[in-house]
């Protein structure tokens, strides 16, 4: 919260209303339609990760939680751009609320030359698994180092204009891009999910983050956040934040370890419940 | 046209895509570099030196692939170039990301279709096929690369017998554009909200057509509904095509009539063993036939992937076998691949950075499959925990006294077994030119220990430690070392076993412990140099467990030096601040300007003082405009940010949570982090230590304690020069520094005091909002 005396107060609220009209004139042929409407308004409160490997979710209440499930993994190798679709099969009820996952990743021994072509040729990929009936959102998963981020930052304003408009786009982001590192600001998606786990060096920060309530600095859409079951002391941060961080957060999607079984989805579900009622 | 010949490595291929269970890829992982001591999931890179031998402390957690490895050299067969080559590649592609990623493309024949005219565009062909409905979804590649360049060379055999423009081509051509229609199957049309449905099949020939193209298009017509997913038609369609003499398909129409059932057997929602059964005995006919074809190696491979999914113990006992015999490089990787394909698919991923230990147990793999082979009973016995599984390792020693077993015993064991001893002994005979001597006595030294029996796990360890000639990758030294440390009889030998050169600094971004740049490390044949920190437990002991009078002793020690030595000197010195040590401050002053010559103004200052207000005055004002300076060390590569700089990741100016004893001090990586006082100190010590660390933390959140001391001495020293400064540095350690609900209070009374009493100073103007 930034605080000023009165006397600073009128010019600097003109300025900034001047700057906030310039920068919204200056940005808008960069957009798709406003995000006025929440595309993921149907998505339960609590979201299962079902990563690349045999899951049955038959068992899920799909009014209880909705199912992200890792559709596609695009490689990127030098110039090449190498789609492999989800090969390991995922049963889940019917009503289940659906959101395809494709994760991005760089090629350790022949880094990808992030070129127009590959962009084009990733946001193909990523568009080609929404094209289904029972997608109702698309959620782009990446580690984008420093030097990388211009490319993710276009590729996910070339997806947003290609996805239908009823598909929703969701972002997963390491929590250190919404704390400190804020560089996903004006991306056209409809949602941003910090992931609260696997933080290695970052955790500290984050956690002093939440604790203190500074919570997640602005970010486009940003209703949700990402545990995983076996990290449950971020959760109880999160829980036990002493200010509103979490007045936003509509949504929160659990990564787990290993194979979901009934017992570990009921488990997840009514601890994440019980994080979700002290809000 | 589906596959004309094929490759053995196709069924390895398809193995590949069928059974690949992808690394469990966490999208989630810092930027920031991170120290890592002890590698737990595979050996430090290269893993050249590994392959070739210098296996150095073998980790439970390890890949099993690793495992392999290790216990060939362990059994004392060790691998020889070919084979580390075979392995090596393997490997390489498994961290490289690039595992079960070719580069599928159409080009061959959209090539050799280009050079006929008059056909027009062709349909795009997407070679995987997603199986979608309400409750269930998947994908598979339908269409091999193999089955387009065979496709491209039929076509250029037929241009060569009807000619480039006949009719018979085109016919041809079209054909086969319907036939791969069905690689991708339908799509979805968004616009129209539905399906579109399957796309038309290729028609037969007209009955006055050539015989070879009549048989052509029975073939075409039988593929389009393998490639469909119509696998009952499409097994009598390649069945009848196998009995007609006269077509040039004959021969590798029972191959396809396996792959059939193969297909119809896995691709389903559940596995239909029947089918996979059908397929097994279709496979075994064609190899045990009298007439040899050339499709036996593909035969071959492609009943290996059935009794993959009929026969999972058998294949573990074949490959275990095959492991341990001399192989080419290509086979061995094969092998390697499909024994720890079979294993994952059996008990788990190890690869995850993260084991619960629950993929450990023992019995994950069936009795029978355990019992196999030694190897797969080694591994299991040996990535297991608790009694049994020692008990076990013990009686396999007993029986075989071979040296895989008896590091499977040792790692077991815990000293209050009465069979530890046994292996102790054994352990004392183990030379140190053995594979297995790192690891043997790593966890000898740990039972001596824990036994009573220090002064002997210490002249152990150093003996090991002081043995130049030994090859000891960085891990294997770090653990040794820190097993050391925690033997320390004085605070001067805990610092040297604690001063330690990590293994690998990387920004770990997706917790393989992989450095950012493999590509380049993978190539080298040297270990990374790293500069020398403290791991986390090192770290906890000197935060939370010293009192000021030992962490003085280590300032001053001459075996740190550099960023370390800084890093050591500056929490000292602000710790001894904070809980009012003015004498020890004192004494490391000359040592801090020594070490941070920026704070050398500061530092003067601060000597010249005479009360203890004015000294800590002049320490507040320090801390606040040097943001990383902290009454406590920092693990691993230490802050990102020099000492005088904002850090952008908000790590300035401490939390209260990060002091000793403080929630955040206690956690890393999702890991309780507990540790227990160093043995050598009195109880005096461990009583001072517990006192400071009290009021240390009463001291809390930096910024809101340093506003609070800012505040009180501008109150009373309004005419001090430096207190505009110091106003406006508290405020801006609210906004950058670790903040709680008082924080906004205490900045807005800075920033007050501030403006209220110095409105025309540079420091007024530049404060411009309290946070």
């Given at each position: ?279 | ?215 052509d298009r029975a073939y075409q017509i039988a593929?389009?509904?393998?490639y469909a997913g119509q696998f009952d038609l ?384 002049a320490a507040v004002h320090m801390i606040l ?147």
């Open positions: 919260m930034i605080h000023q005396t009165r006397r600073f107060y009128i010019p600097a609220f003109l300025a900034i209303l001047l700057v906030c009209a310039l920068s919204a004139l200056w940005k808008a042929p960069e957009l798709r339609p406003p995000l006025s409407t929440d595309k993921l308004a149907g998505c339960p409160g609590i979201v299962l990760w079902a990563w690349e490997r045999p899951e049955d979710l038959q068992y899920l209440d799909p009014n209880r939680a909705g199912v992200a499930f890792l559709a596609c993994t695009v490689h990127m190798r030098g110039v090449d751009v190498i789609p492999r679709p989800r090969l390991q099969p995922l049963k889940l009820p019917p009503a289940a609320y659906r959101i395809a996952v494709v994760r991005i990743e760089s090629d350790r021994l022949s880094p990808p030359a992030l070129s127009s072509r590959q962009l084009k040729a990733v946001s193909r990929a990523i568009i080609e698994v929404a094209r289904s009936p029972f997608v109702r959102a698309v959620q782009v998963d990446f580690d984008a180092k420093q030097g990388e981020r211009k490319f993710y930052r276009a590729l996910l304003y070339d997806i947003h204009r290609q996805l239908p408009p009823a598909v929703g786009l969701s972002l997963t982001a390491l929590a250190s891009w919404c704390t400190g590192d804020c560089w996903l600001a004006g991306l056209p998606v409809d949602e941003v999910v910090p992931m609260l786990f696997r933080m290695g060096a970052d955790r500290e920060h984050v956690l002093v983050q939440l604790q203190s309530g500074r919570g997640f600095a602005p970010t486009p859409g940003l209703v949700a956040v990402g545990v995983a079951t076996d990290e449950p002391e971020t959760g109880e941060a999160l829980a036990s934040s002493s200010t509103g961080i979490l007045d936003r957060i509509r949504r929160i999607y659990v990564f787990s370890p290993k194979r979901w079984s009934a017992e570990a989805v009921t488990a997840t579900l009514a601890e994440v419940q019980q994080w979700q009622q002290r809000l | 046209m589906a596959a004309k010949t094929l490759k053995p490595s196709i069924a390895i291929s398809l193995l590949t895509v069928l059974l690949l269970q992808a690394l469990p890829a966490l999208s989630c992982g810092p930027f920031l570099d991170y120290a890592i001591f002890v590698n737990q999931i595979h050996p430090d890179v290269p893993l050249s030196r590994f392959v070739s031998g210098e296996i150095g402390l073998i980790q439970p957690t390890y890949a099993r692939s690793y495992l392999f490895v290790a216990y060939r050299y362990l059994c004392g067969k060790p691998l020889n170039k070919d084979e580390q080559a075979g392995v090596l590649s393997l490997l390489d592609k498994r961290l490289s990301n690039s595992e079960g990623y070719q580069n599928l493309s159409p080009g061959a024949w959209l090539d050799a279709r280009k050079a006929v005219p008059g056909i027009g565009q062709p349909p795009e062909v997407n070679l995987y096929r997603t199986v979608e409905g309400p409750d269930y979804y998947s994908s598979y590649l339908n269409c091999y690369p193999e089955a387009l360049s065979n496709a491209a060379s039929t076509l250029n055999e037929r241009i060569k017998k009807f000619g480039l423009s006949s009719q018979a081509v085109k016919d041809w051509v079209a054909a086969q554009d319907l036939v791969f229609c069905h690689c991708a199957g339908p799509r979805y049309n968004w616009q129209e909200k539905k399906a579109e449905t399957e796309p038309p099949f290729p028609q037969p020939a007209p009955s006055g057509a050539d015989p070879l193209t009549r048989a593929s389009a509904h393998f499409a097994e009598r369609e390649f069945t009848t095509i196998a009995a007609d003499n006269d077509s040039p398909w004959k021969e590798i129409a029972p191959y396809l009539v396996a792959r059939t059932l193969v297909r119809k057997g896995t691709l389903g929602k559940e596995l239909d063993r029947s089918a996979l059964v059908l397929a097994e005995k279709q496979l075994n006919g064609m190899l045990t036939s009298g007439s040899p074809t050339r499709f036996q190696p593909a035969c071959r491979e492609l009943l290996k992937l059935v009794r993959f999914w009929l026969y999972p113990d058998e294949m573990l006992n074949e490959l275990s076998k095959a492991l341990l015999g001399r192989q080419s490089a290509d086979d061995l990787a094969s092998s390697l691949y499909d024994y720890t394909l079979i294993w994952d698919r059996t008990v788990g991923d190890t690869r995850s950075a993260w084991p619960t230990g629950e993929q450990h147990k023992p019995g994950a793999l069936s009795e029978s499959a355990r019992q196999s082979g030694d190897l797969t009973d080694w591994i299991s016995t040996f990535q297991s925990s608790g009694d049994l599984a020692f008990k076990h390792a013990f009686a396999r020693w007993e029986s075989t006294h071979a040296l895989p077993w008896l590091i499977a015993a040792l790692t077991l064991s815990a000293p209050t077994d009465q069979l530890s001893g046994k292996l102790l002994e054994e352990a004392r005979k183990v030379q140190p030119l053995s594979a297995g001597y790192l690891t043997v006595w790593y966890h000898a030294s740990r039972l001596l220990s824990q036994s009573g029996k220090q002064d002997e796990a210490r002249k152990k360890l150093d003996q090991i430690l002081a043995n130049k000639s030994m090859p000891m990758p960085p891990s294997a030294r770090n653990a040794l070392m820190a097993q050391r440390a925690c033997l320390a009889r004085n605070v001067n030998e805990f610092l040297q076993y604690s001063v330690r050169r990590p293994a690998l600094i990387t920004t770990d971004s997706d917790g393989n412990e992989l450095p950012d740049n493999y590509d380049v490390a993978t190539q080298s044949k040297a270990f990374p140099a790293t500069k020398p920190g403290f791991d986390d437990r090192t770290t906890l002991i000197v935060n939370q467990k010293l009192p000021l009078s030992l962490l003085k002793q280590i300032a001053t020690s001459n075996l740190l030096s550099g960023d370390l030595k800084r890093d050591v000197v500056q929490a000292v010195w602000v710790r001894a601040v904070l809980i009012g040590n003015d004498t020890v401050a004192g004494e490391l002053t000359a040592a801090l300007k020594g070490v941070a010559p920026p704070l050398v103004p500061f530092l003067n200052l601060y000597q010249k003082a005479e009360s203890r207000a004015d000294k800590l005055f405009a040097n943001p990383g300076m902290r009454p406590f060390v920092s693990e691993g590569v230490g802050r990102h940010t020099v000492m005088s700089k904002i850090d952008d990741y908000q790590d300035n100016w401490w939390c209260a949570g990060a002091l000793p004893g403080g929630p955040l001090a206690e956690d890393s990586r999702g890991q309780e982090r507990k540790v227990d006082y160093p043995a050598f100190l009195s109880a005096q010590e461990r009583t001072q230590a517990q006192d400071e660390n009290k009021r240390l933390l009463a001291i809390g959140t930096a910024p809101n304690f340093l506003a609070r001391q800012v505040v009180a001495w501008a109150t009373e020293h309004r005419q001090d020069a430096r207190v505009p400064e110091a106003l406006s540095l508290a405020v801006k350690a609210t906004r950058f520094g670790c903040s709680d609900s008082t924080t906004t209070q205490l900045s807005k009374q800075a920033f007050q005091l501030l403006h209220k009493n110095y409105p025309a100073s540079p420091w007024a103007k530049r404060t411009k909002y309290w946070y």
